[in-house]
Nanobody, 124 residues
């Protein structure tokens, strides 16, 4: 049974930082690309970032480029998302997802497994 469990969400002031983690089990972690998505109330789920199987390739949405950093530790089956210079528009539920394909994708349909999400609220 595949599980992806996100943690690290919370309430932070604009300009602050949070570090999200995604812990995976039940899959051969190093054979999956991992993505982060977010969904604000009343909006569609949108791509945030993705990282390749070995961690050497990354992909960011323009809205977070330069502020967020994705990384993975295949020995621990974890992926992190360091979020700096947070803005109120970053407020959303954040989800990690696993994609068994080699390429990095920004569409939700490309991902095979999803976590339950962690809430991030950025106050102005």
């Amino acid at each position: 049974q595949v599980q992806l469990i996100e943690s690290g969400g919370g309430l932070v002031q604009a300009g602050g930082s949070l570090r999200l983690s995604c812990a995976a089990s039940g899959l051969t972690f190093s054979t999956y690309s991992i993505g982060w998505f977010r969904q604000a109330p009343g909006k569609e789920r949108e791509f945030v970032s993705a990282i390749g199987r070995r961690g050497s390739t990354t992909y960011y949405a323009n809205s977070v480029k330069g502020r967020f950093t994705i990384a993975r530790d295949n020995a621990k089956n974890t992926v992190s998302l360091q979020m700096n210079m947070l803005k109120p528009e970053d407020t959303a539920d954040y989800y990690c997802a696993a994609d068994r394909s080699f390429a990095l994708h920004s569409t939700t349909a490309s991902y095979d497994y999803w976590g339950q999400g962690t809430q991030v609220t950025v106050s102005s």
